[in-house]
């Protein structure tokens, strides 16, 4: 017997989207629910939580980031994708902080929207059931003995590129913000260049080219993502 097909929530007010959102995903064996607005995505999620939504922060009867604060209120774990005008970056930045678990810009392309579902899906799952050994590449970091690899290669880091290091892995596919990192790894009481001095040594330390980046990647703008296993 198959296995039942993932099922995404689309809260989006543009037919146009909607409709692309639709063909695109169903090709890909995914089932789409459609939602007009804040109201009939409330009133969907009440018959049935889906495995992954897409939210439009521009509704027409509910503004996005409030819907995004009452998902998260009901459904802690559930994977949210927000959609997003390109210009709007303090929007994007709202929205991760609030729980969001990735953003794509409008205009967007369905096989980089349909990659960071499949990094969020993946994230619920590791969430879900935590393995103590983070793999992606050449990289791995056991969580449990506190020891970083590159290949064979045993990397020191210090304790704060360590803690830098392990929030990423914990939340791997997922933007982080600047604010989220500053909070998760200094209590707050820090400045952005923190963060980019610590992503610059541990960039120094575990990539194969620092200036071209496989594993720590940058969201200009809006903070880093750590890319998740393959």
Known sequence: MSAPPIRILVID???PIRKLLRTGLTTQGYQTIDATNGRTAMEALAREVPDLIILDLGL????????LRIIREKHESLPVIVLSSRED??????A?????????????GVNELLARMRAALRHRIQ???ERPIFRVGELSVDLVRRIVKVGDREVKLSPKEYEMLRAMVHHAGKVLTHAHLLREVWGGGADTQYLRVYVRQLRSKLEPNPDRPEYILTETGVGYRLRAPD
Not at 60 to 67: K, S, W, Y
Not at 89 to 94: H, R
């Open 89 to 94: 970056e303090k929007g994007k930045v709202e």
């Open 127 to 129: 969430a879900q059931g």
């Open 60 to 67: 027409p009867d509910i503004a996005g980031h409030d819907l």
């Open 96 to 108: 991760l902080d609030l729980g969001a678990d990735d953003y794509v810009t409008k205009p967007f």
């Open 13 to 15: 007010d543009e037919p």
